[in-house]
């Protein structure tokens, strides 16, 4: 598991990169919004890892936090996984945490 460390900089200065994509909030119940997720996890593993950071929106090109609405529900590991299973071939697994930052984190291996 990533270190508050490694994560806390993506949240403070966010900026993506390469090993680094952010996104708004996603409703794991919804097929599309699990290809957002995948795609962007399959992307990240093409690289060689690295993180999507969920709970940010673009604001004039600038990445903002957002709290989660409350029509979507918390993000398990497992949903997350699943959602990639789904899309990706090969499947991959990723690390999922939700805190000890405020916003979800995925990290690709």
Do not use: C
């Not at 990533?2 to 680094?20: G, H, K, N, T, W």
């Not at 997720?37 to 957002?66: F, T």
């Not at 989660?68 to 690390?95: H, K, L, M, Y």
């Amino acid at each position: 598991m990533p270190s508050i460390d490694e994560l806390l900089p993506l949240v403070a200065e966010p900026r993506e990169d390469l090993a680094a994509e952010y996104k708004g909030w996603l409703n794991l119940a919804e097929t599309n919004h699990k290809a957002v997720l995948a795609k962007a996890a399959i992307a990240i593993a093409n690289h060689g890892g690295g993180y999507i950071i969920i709970g940010m929106r673009d604001d004039r090109a600038q990445l903002v936090s957002v709290s989660r609405p409350d029509e979507i529900p918390a993000t398990a590991q497992d949903t997350v996984n699943a959602a990639i299973q789904r899309f990706a071939t090969p499947g991959f697994i990723v690390r999922s945490t939700s805190s000890p930052i405020p916003r979800p984190a995925s990290s690709i291996p």
